[in-house]
Structures are given as C-alpha cells and as structure tokens.
C-alpha cells in the first residue's frame, strides 16, 4: 500500500520508534480491556513530547483524519477503540512516560500523561507523598487516562475523583494548538474551567499530555477491617456511625455481597475468605493517618467497631494483622471485575444513587431486574461512600456468551438505567459513557444538556477528528456529531 502524504509526515514527527502500520503490532491495543469491541486502524503513532503530539493532530486536522488517543487501553466503555472503518489514526500516549516535578512542600505532582498511575504511586512513596486515588488496573490505567475519564476509585469518600485531585491540564487542541494550564492557580476567575472540559471529556475535545495533581503526606499507618453485615441498609448505618466518629480518617468504605467473594476465591489465586462464617454483605473499611499526631488508626476502629457490633451494625469482623493482610484483603475488592468476567457473561452497569438512596437500591433494584428476566443474578457492590454501585447482571449458567449479550444487553440496561433515573442517579458513575452508553445518554438525557454538549464538541472540533463516536451523542440533524 502507498503511503498517503500525511501519513508519512506523521512517520517523519515520531520516527520509526514511535510509528507502526502492522497489524500485529497495533492487535493489542484494538480491541477494548472488556473484548466488547474491535476496531481498526490506519496506523498507530506514539508521541513523545507535547510538540510531537501538536504536530500529529495539526496534520490530522488539516486532512480530516479522525484521531483515536489512548493511555492504558484499560477502560470499561470502549472510549479509546476504533470503529471498524479502517480510517482512524490510534494516537497511544504511552511514550510520554515522565513525572517532571514532584512539589512536596506544595503537596503537587506534573507529570505526562503516559506515565502509569502505579508507577506514580511508588515514585510519590519514594519522597513522602503520595496520590489519593487507586483503582484495580493501576498497573496499567495511565494519568492521561484517569483525567479523560474523571476515574474514581476507592478513596474518592475522603479525597474525590480526578475533578477534585485536578488542579491543571496540558492539552492539544484539535486544531493543533497547545493549552497550558498547569499553573496550580487558587484562584484563576478568566471565565471557564477550561481544565475541567478534559476532565471528563474522554479524548473527544482535545488529547491530554500532562496534568498538575494534587498530592497529600504519605500514611503513617492505617487500618484495613474486613466486617460483615446482614443488609446493605445495616452498612449504611454503620458508615453513617463510622462517618460520625472517625471522621476524615474514615478513607475507605466498600460494600460486597457473598456471591461477589465466591467469585473471587473461585477464579483468583492466593485469595482466601477473611472471615470463617458465612454472611450475606461483607464490608472492607480502611482508616488512616498521615500525621503521628493524629489518633491511631487501629485503636479507633477497635474502638468503634465494638459498639458497632454492640449496636447490631455488624455481625463479624477481621482487623488485618499485617500488612501484607491488608493488602490481602483489597486484592479482593480489586479483583471482583476480573473474576467476574472469568465467571461467565454478565452486563455490567457503572452507576450512581444518592449515598442516603444507595442501600435501597441495590435492595430493591436487584429483585426488579431478576424478575424480569429469570435466570439472572445480580451482583451489586461498590463505594458505599460515594453511592457508586457497580451493578452486574449475570446471565444464566450455560448461556452462550456472545448470543447473550446481544440479545438481552438492549432490553437489561434501559432497564437497569430507568431505576437509576428513578432514584436521580447517573448512568455513569466513573467508567465514563464511550460508545457503550452514548445511545443511553441521549435517551436519558434532558434537551439542555444535549444541546450543551453537541455544542461545546463542535465549537472546539468543527472537523470532528477527536475520537468521534464516543461520550456526545448525535444529533438527528448533523451527520458529523
């Protein structure tokens, strides 16, 4: 095949290093972590600077060449894959690997957008610091990544998602231009967050290449408990109770039905129950401190998980020993998706409630769904603290996976959707929407907020070369958007 003109200008930015138009060489990253989707693509550039990023987009700009960027291709909703066309250009980010500074005294980390968020965590630990947000894949989830999508995590009760641990974006634009909005400004009142459109904005108005994130003192210790409860509404009591004593050192809250952990000691090695009794819920809880001053962790939890236990809140409860057992125990917790998937096809919901409705929900949602489609099971877990519930309804032991989801994916999800509508929750709570839920948005959506967002993509994207198809739904009336 010849080399169209453009294509070869893009070659000559990147070089041979950062350049590949073999198919075996991009298959990896084609086909989406979940394997809902497999696109292709023209070619795969890898940029190593802001500049050599700015160059390939303003070539692609000026050719109506549609751009695919991608950080760690760990997402759930199919955002950084290609359609099927051939046409697209997979920009990976995964060369701009550098932390540029680490500002301990101001509690600020700047660092590109390829660098890999458990690579961020060790070279933090390494000088005092540390970043509050983890999630199962941070060995491959990329910055770049995380703020395109406004990840949360399991710390988002004490710390927030990416909007809050923001505080700057370097971007380029899709007509090439370079944003520079590192500058960790307290206060900046020039009229719109512009940092904020790409959190969020899953790659659609421009690529990410570096961010300012805050950071905070490394612990001095904690205290990870694994407790047990008979409902979810006995969990909301107990945060409720822990919230109220603990306070700010009250870091992590999440919530996990049995059928849940059977899955994980099912399918993944070296895991073992932390409790000896059977219970229906299972609580993992994680207290902190990052000052010696601060109350010990482990005291406080002892303290208050007796009265907890006293007051019916909880049934059972293990404090890790070590720890070794504390990571024992959250190797559980992160690795419920991956045993999920290994135990057979399921449709997997990202949603939020409100945190007072989140007990509710998942006891009366669960039920609905399971009625309507018999021979389902639904596994409903997540952060309780945030009202993140991550709810799975897994098909029929026996059924053909692929058949399965096809048929039943459209009838399940408006479902599951319309009971979060009803509670005034979201359809996404931290995986972001891609092309899984873009239909879903645009039915559930009001018309201001359509309007809103077909607006501000093609104002920034007129050519529409920016990861087309994802996250901005289209309208009726434009072929492009």
């Known amino acids: 095949m010849v080399m169209p003109n453009w294509l070869a200008e893009m070659k000559s930015v990147v070089g041979d290093k950062g350049f590949t138009m073999s198919e075996t060489e991009m298959m990896p990253w084609l086909t989406d972590w979940r394997g809902r989707y497999t696109g292709r693509a023209m070619a795969m550039v890898s940029p190593a600077s802001t500049t050599e990023t700015a160059r390939i987009v303003s070539i692609a700009n000026d050719n ?214 059977e219970h229906a819920w299972h609580i993992l809880i994680e207290t902190v401190r990052d000052s010696v001053d601060a109350a010990d962790p482990t005291e406080l939890i002892e303290k208050y998980l007796g009265q907890a236990y006293e007051n019916g809140l909880i049934e ?46 998942i006891t009366d949602a669960g039920p609905k769904v399971e009625a309507s489609f018999p021979g389902t099971i639904v596994a409903a877990f997540g952060h309780m603290g945030d009202g993140n519930v991550h709810f ?24 599951v959707h319309d009971l979060v509508v009803a509670e005034g929750g979201s359809i996404s709570a931290e995986h972001g929407i891609g092309q899984t839920k873009r239909v879903e948005l645009e039915r559930l959506s009001s018309d201001a907020r359509l309007f809103m967002l077909r607006s501000i993509k093609s104002a920034i994207d007129p050519n529409n070369i920016m990861n087309p198809g994802k996250l901005v739904p289209l309208a009726s009336s434009q072929s492009g958007f």
């Open 316 to 361: 059972n409860a293990a404090i890790a020993a070590s720890e070794q057992q504390a990571e024992d125990f959250w190797k559980i917790r992160d690795s419920i998706a991956e045993a999920e998937r290994a135990s057979g096809p399921a449709l997997q919901h990202d949603i939020s409630v409100p945190v007072a409705r989140m007990a509710a929900f």
């Open 64 to 277: 109506a060449i549609i751009l695919v960027p991608q950080g760690g291709n760990s997402g759930m909703v199919g955002g950084a894959t290609p359609d099927q066309s051939g046409d697209a250009v997979l920009i990976s980010m995964r060369r701009m690997n550098q932390i540029r500074e680490t500002k301990t005294d101001d509690q600020l980390v700047i660092c590109d957008a390829g660098v890999i968020l458990q690579n961020l965590h060790d070279e933090l630990a390494r000088k005092g610091q540390r970043f509050p947000l983890t999630l199962g894949g941070k060995g491959s989830a990329t910055v770049g990544g995380l703020v395109s999508t406004n990840a949360g995590g399991t710390q988002v009760l004490r710390h927030g998602t990416m909007r809050a641990l923001v505080v700057g974006v370097e971007a380029v634009l899709p007509n090439g231009s370079i944003y520079d909005g590192l500058a960790a400004l307290k206060k900046d009142n020039r009229g719109y967050d512009l940092k904020q459109l790409f959190v969020g904005g899953e790659g659609t108005l421009g690529i990410v290449t570096a961010a300012t994130l805050r950071t905070v003192p490394a612990i001095v210790d904690r205290c990870v408990v694994w407790a047990a409860a008979e409902s979810p509404h006995k969990a909301h009591e107990l945060l409720k109770f822990l919230g109220k004593k603990i306070g700010a050192a009250l870091e992590g809250f999440e919530i996990i039905p049995k059928s849940c952990l059977a899955s994980v000691l099912q399918h993944i090695p070296d895991t073992r129950s932390p409790l000896e009794s």
């Open 392 to 415: 799975h309804v897994k098909a029929p032991p026996g059924t053909d996976p692929k058949n399965w989801t096809e048929i039943y994916s459209e009838q399940i999800t408006p479902l």
